[in-house]
C-alpha cells in the first residue's frame, strides 16, 4: 500500500511539473481556497497567529490575509512538481537569485574555508531555495528536517531534496556532531529554527511581542562550529521564486544565546511584514507557553 501511494504522489507531480506556471498556480489558489473552508482547525491557528502578530488589523483584514496563506501554501506544495521534477533549464528560468550572491560564492579570501550557516525562515519557498543552493553552489549542504508520519511522503521529500551536489539530511535524532565538523571543515548548514519544537532545547525571546519558544541553534552551530550566518530569504513570484542572499550577519554570535535568538527573532519580523502572506502561519508557534501562562490555542 505504501509503494502503492508514492507511486502515485510521484506520478501525479511528474504530469503537474509538465503544467505552465500560471495554470498551477491557479490550481494552487483553488486548492487553497478550498483547505480554507475546509480545514477549520489549522484556519483557527493561522487566524490566532495573526490576531497575535498584527493586532492592528481588523477581523476582516485578518481573515483576508489567512486566505492568502491558505492559497500561498497550496500553490509551494503544488511548486515541489517542477522543483523536484523539472529540468535544470527550467530550473534556472525560474529560481532565481537575488542580493549579496558574492556571500555564497566566498569570494573573500578570509572566508573561503569558512563555515555558513544559512538561516532560512519557513518561507513557502524554503525548497526552492535549497534547490537553487544546492544546484549552483559547491561544496556540501546539511540540513535537519522532521520526519514525516507518511513514509510514503518522507521518500518522496527526501529524493527530491537530494537532487543535486553534495547534501545529508539529518534528523534531530541523528545528533550534531557530524553537522559541526562539517561547518569546520567549510561546509554549509541550512537551518530553519524558526519553529516552536517545544520546551526541552528552547528558550523564551519576544516574536511580535509575544514570548516564543525558540530553539537557540542559530547561535550555538554558528558559535561551536566556527561559521558565519547568512540569512537566505525565498519569495514566491510570478515566474517562480525569488531567492535573496543576505549580507552575512557581523559581531554574530555574541556569546550571549538570549540575545542572539532575540535578535534572529527581530530581523525575521522585518522579513515576514514585507509579505506576510508568505510565511508559516499554520504552524502553532506559540503553542508552549512559559511557566503559568495560559494555552493560546
Given at each position: 500500500m505504501i509503494r502503492l501511494a508514492h507511486w502515485a504522489l510521484t506520478s501525479l507531480m511528474r504530469v503537474l511539473a509538465l503544467l505552465p506556471l500560471t495554470w498551477l498556480r491557479g490550481l494552487g489558489a483553488v486548492v487553497g481556497q478550498v483547505l480554507f473552508v475546509l480545514v477549520k482547525k489549522r484556519r483557527k491557528v493561522v487566524l490566532v497567529n495573526l490576531g497575535l502578530c498584527f493586532p492592528t488589523l481588523s477581523e476582516g483584514e485578518r481573515h483576508e490575509l489567512a486566505l492568502k496563506v491558505f492559497k500561498h501554501f497550496a500553490q509551494a506544495w503544488l511548486d515541489r512538481a517542477w522543483i523536484w521534477y523539472g529540468s535544470e533549464e527550467l530550473l534556472r528560468e525560474r529560481l532565481r537569485w537575488a542580493g549579496e550572491l558574492q556571500a555564497l560564492k566566498r569570494e573573500d579570501p578570509q572566508t573561503k574555508t569558512q563555515g555558513q550557516v544559512i538561516f532560512a525562515p519557513h518561507f513557502w519557498g524554503l525548497d526552492a531555495a535549497w534547490t537553487l543552493l544546492t544546484l549552483d553552489m559547491p561544496g556540501e549542504f546539511s540540513t535537519i528536517f522532521t520526519p514525516q508520519s507518511s513514509k510514503a511522503s518522507e521518500a518522496w521529500m527526501t529524493q527530491g531534496r537530494s537532487r543535486f551536489g553534495a547534501v545529508s539530511l539529518n534528523t534531530r535524532e541523528d545528533g550534531v556532531k557530524k553537522i559541526i565538523h562539517s561547518l569546520r571543515q567549510g561546509g554549509t548548514l541550512y537551518l530553519?529554527?524558526?519553529m516552536n519544537f517545544g520546551p526541552e532545547e528552547s528558550i523564551f525571546v519576544d516574536f511580535y511581542g509575544v514570548k516564543a519558544a525558540?530553539?537557540?541553534?542559530?547561535?550555538?552551530?554558528?558559535?561551536?562550529?566556527?561559521?558565519?550566518v547568512v540569512p537566505v530569504i525565498s519569495?514566491?513570484?510570478?515566474?517562480?521564486?525569488?531567492?535573496?542572499?543576505?549580507?552575512?550577519?557581523?559581531?554574530?554570535?555574541?556569546?550571549?544565546?538570549?540575545?542572539?535568538?532575540?535578535?534572529?527573532?527581530?530581523?525575521?519580523?522585518?522579513?515576514?511584514?514585507?509579505?506576510?502572506e508568505q510565511y508559516l502561519w499554520v504552524h502553532k508557534r506559540f503553542k508552549t507557553r512559559p511557566p503559568g501562562e495560559h494555552q493560546i490555542y
Open positions: 530553519l529554527p524558526d525558540t530553539v537557540p541553534s542559530l547561535s550555538k552551530f554558528s558559535r561551536v562550529g566556527q561559521a558565519q519569495r514566491m513570484t510570478s515566474f517562480g521564486y525569488e531567492i535573496k542572499v543576505h549580507k552575512p550577519w557581523a559581531h554574530f554570535p555574541t556569546g550571549d544565546v538570549v540575545a542572539d535568538t532575540q535578535e534572529m527573532n527581530h530581523w525575521l519580523e522585518g522579513e515576514i511584514n514585507q509579505a506576510p
